[in-house]
């Protein structure tokens, strides 16, 4: 039986499509799902995939996951520089949470080099497109053992 | 045949032994050597794994790197934060250098948080221990692929 | 007749049941509710208590406090820190309004000491656990007399 | 045929009623509703004038902006000062938009001096009360003209 | 029998008869004592009130509140923003010690906002006028409860 | 009768024909004056427009403003960031000051994004190109109709 | 009959003999008392020349000066710089209060060009030795007519 | 025979008739100068008073007093806040230069603290109102004896 | 004969006895006077040891010291952060000042990272507990010879 | 035949003869433009040496470079810090600008440390006096080929 | 039989003979050497005594330090102010370390009052020549008893 | 004879061949040092020229020209931005010291337009690609001529 997990997504990530795709890459929302889906899946886990641009839903994922003591894959898009209220929930978890960005935001402008999510996280994956989210399911794959 | 990459390692993670398990995890260099080596090997990769305490030899390394266009996993440890000759360095690669770091640097000391390698490196993987390398190892095979 | 009052709970405060009882207190969020309503009746007032994670929504019973003139105890949990928009909807009370927090946030983490509410709050009570709650009701029984 | 364009207004614009009308000019938002209304078709725009307090359901306008290609007027109010969200979110706009506040937000406090919007925007028009919209409403018709 | 308590009130605060009413309201200090004292009384207190504008008797009586093992209410009006020396003193307190002011410090000059004896307070109350000090009695006895 | 404003124009604005076409515009500083003449006159206005690059002449211009209680459009240029005898001598106007930019300031260099001026300017439109002034025109008839 | 002023000197003052001669002048305290009494004499004044390196008298000494309504010339020396506890005192003043300085502060130490006190202040006169308190003197003459 | 000194005025004080009487007083610029003149001579002085609202003009100015080995009394108004020009005029003098502000400029906006001129003045008089430079007149008689 | 020296000691110094020991070593303040008396005697000097959470009396004991030429060994403890005005009283002495801590400050709370003293001692010596004064001692003998 | 280039001094440079020669050199300004003028023949180009205390002047003449296409040898002195008028001149050129200064700016005080004209410079050369100019001219050649 | 304790000297320190005597002292580096072996000596300790210039030299020193668990004098000389790589170094001894400076570095450059070794130090004794290592080593047979 | 100097360059410079050619011209390293070399003998100087990618050797070199009192040309590199170290080596020459960068620094990277080193140069020469080197040759002969 598959292990669950939840893939958490931030505000803007369901348009990939129109996003500048030389930081973002070329995959739109549905395939960037389904590489997530199927990798989770070759690595034993279910992923339950869930996007929004709303804070407070992610808040409810997050209170949900610390409740079903479900590991994180979370990418806090924008709200990775200010949403305090993001991290004091994801403090709540017991299982790991880990933070993905797509593009490697240390590169880019000086606003996205901070992150008030970091402090709550497991790591942090960052920069390799699509590949990021691949690679914290091999992440949560190594922790969980 | 295997591809050769290098594997560069930062001041005192040799001493890995003596470092704090809480923060470094439980292996020493030696054995940390052994994992990046198989896991390299299992996923088509010759590593050539090398530790400097010296700016100067890590510098050599990046020079040499880019001279092979050799790929590049590195874990800059404590020159993270100020060793900007070695981001001149990292700078001059046509191929990729991702960043690793054992600790998930972001939940650590205020010094800790800036990188001044960030900007120059494909992207970063942080607060995995050990298997932050064998992460990199993937990411690189993901982008070399 | 009672007096009625809005009581308004910022992010995650519904979640007190595992959040860490050393820094926000033993009770949980049903039990804090009815320490709230009870000492709101002993002191002639009747509370209407509403926690949200939902920075829009604290915005509407701001207004509805605004509207219908209540006055209004406001734990703002994370969001002191960085709401302008719930800042702009308290400014637009003509009634009390009194910021409170479980734990005294001027000892911990830096991002904790800024409080972008104080500016337009009546006072500040930080710091007693769930007691703040009764505090406040105690306040604003002396302020409306 | 009449051009449509978005009007988007951010939080607590909808109670201009009981805000300070020193800083925010004397019309209710029914009359600054009817204002824009009017200014749009006297210059050729059908207006779609909406206003939320709710950072995610802005966030889903921008969207609907970039995917009708449709022009955007818009008023951020206090998100002017922090959410990277909206900002990226209207980042993905290929048409114009245009930032108005309705007060001179630079001459007012300190925090109300940074915008995250305007590096984004086409252009910012500040000060002018209700007559701003109308400022943008004719900034619009030139550019598109 | 009454539980002894300590209130300690810091520099220029015997001389309400002459500041600034809006700001610190109506009460001159003979008054502000008489209120303290028979708030503590109904609340199972004796009230051991004092004054000083000077550093070292503040500190010394500190000293004697930390041997007595005194709890204490402490308006450490303008040394709030300075003066380490009393924060070292307090920090001695084995009992719990409630910072109080009669203004919303937050909402004054930028040099009030910070608080040099807040992180080692048990809580703060501030911005209810001579309330403040009511509210801190009630908090005492809620926490010796 | 048409009533006569002032449109002052700060230092290197003479000088559009070389200027980089990209920030600034197609138009070259006889046109955008034509460009401003003629919209001042359908909209009731006498154009006085003027050009220095020195800050004493501005100073003086905005004198004869405050005397003879003339309306003024004011693109004060670079101007805008140090100049706080311009913004002494704009204070003195008791006639409405608009403050315009060609580009859109606050999405270019940094030290552009703070204006010394739009702290006494009744409003600010930026980023429109020669047509920031034509709706400086136009907030001004708003302004003054 | 001769108008009482206070004349306050602040911490280390009446040490003039061994401080740095050539910033704070060649006069010994006792000459610089002199100075002042004669100075004061002449122009109608009678001096009350106190020197204090307590924090505590000198806000004393204030209190005085706001019950009896006199006017105050004051040297804070060090405590320019910190004491805003003295700050708040002056502030009670009805009277003018006159800041002085042996020497031109805000051409010494980093430290030296910040004072709390210069806010609550009529004027500040710095830089001319013993002679600022003269030049006080008339200051005070001039202001109280 | 009367000593020749320069009296020197910055931009916007020969406005002094339209500017705020609360801030700068109830002269004009006329009675100001008829002031300084008269107050000069009872001193023992001819005062060559000057305005200009151009920065060369006023290096020039001081220009002039280094050659000819004149003393100044110098209003710099706003050039006080960032000409570095005119401090490194101002440095050339061999004979005292006195700073004089008709207001307390420490006591008003953040950017009026700061002088780039008080570092190579002899010392500085501020807040007195014009009354300022007859203090300065009398400064430059003890000073030259 | 023996050399005299003052050892001062600033605020809750006297009340070692309660301080955090794991910071400030196990001795009580008793212990510590009759372990510097000894070790003064023993290396030639005679110890007045003194106590004070005064700043003024400090103040007055370094006068003091001046005055007869006495070196003086110093632990200004809270004061090292802010007293500026303990800092001129130092800067009088003719003699050497060292100052001493008991923990080492550098590794503490971030405000005690800054000296105000420093600037004008001979030396420092921090972290060795009550030995730091031992060395203090043997410092002074070094380079009184 | 000679090719002209503009060699432009700001603010006192012409009062070399008065400034301070461990700083600046033992030339005067009438020695320094027989050294540009020399040395520029003696490189092939003609020198038009010009120098101002007037900001405007100075854009003027950059105007004019831009029009002639004339390379420019620029000491901008004071200016250097904060006039972004001259940078936003300095920045239409098409041909190379130099930025000389006599003194090694980034030895002396902190604010001359920064330069707003650097930015758009070909090159900077600092520190050498009058051999400053002499560097730059064989700088130019150099450029110009 | 005498504990062998490690000295090391960081960069410029072999250099003592042509460093500037009034801040290093008088002392050659050979001098100094015999200084700390003949002092070590008479204090049961054998010195090995190192100076480099090279920062991975002294890391090895360091990690040799921690490996025989030597006890360390350390004097980093510039590396004091940023090697992070070797604070890394140092915070892997289980020894005492401390930290040593010839000149006392908090009175001399802004960027020599941050040391980013004491965080890991024992103790810093600063400012008394040669004479520091001597107190250090005294300091050491406390510590070591 | 030819006068010995030496040139030396910091890390990451002799790899100019793969270095971004617009950044840093077109020459390689073998090149430049040609371009130097003859440089210096039609000058009358023998050239020393070096580079490391080492701190300690560059220190080395600077103790050699200390010793040998030889006239430095130094391209500290990326060393420019931190390496206090070097800065300390290159405070001991007697010599000149001139700072060259191939790039004009001020006009890339914020880090970059900071220099430890510039504090004990005689001068900088930036900009000017190899020729900075010619430039400085030319500069050294100057000053030694």
Chains 1, 2, 3, 4, 5, 6, 7, 8, 9, 10, 11, 12 share one sequence.
Not at 84 to 106: F, G, Q, W
Request: aromatic letters at 8%; glycine letters at 6%.
């Amino acid at each position: 039986m598959l292990m669950k997990i939840l893939v958490l997504n931030g505000p803007n990530l369901a348009r990939l499509d129109i996003r500048d795709s030389s930081i973002y890459g070329d995959l739109d929302y549905t395939e960037l799902r389904q590489l997530i889906e199927s990798s989770c899946k070759s690595h034993g886990f279910e992923a339950d995939i869930r996007q929004s641009d709303d804070e407070a839903t992610i808040i409810g994922w997050l209170h949900e996951a610390a409740d079903e003591k479900l590991p994180v894959i979370f990418n806090p898009a924008a709200f990775t520089h200010y949403s305090y209220a993001i991290r004091d929930a994801a403090a709540l978890l017991t299982t790991p949470l880990i933070e993905v960005h797509l593009s490697n935001t240390m590169s880019r402008e000086e606003f996205r080099h901070t992150s008030v999510i970091s402090g709550v996280a497991k790591g942090t994956i960052a920069g390799f497109g699509p590949h990021s989210y691949v690679l914290a399911i091999i992440a949560l794959k190594g922790i969980l053992g």
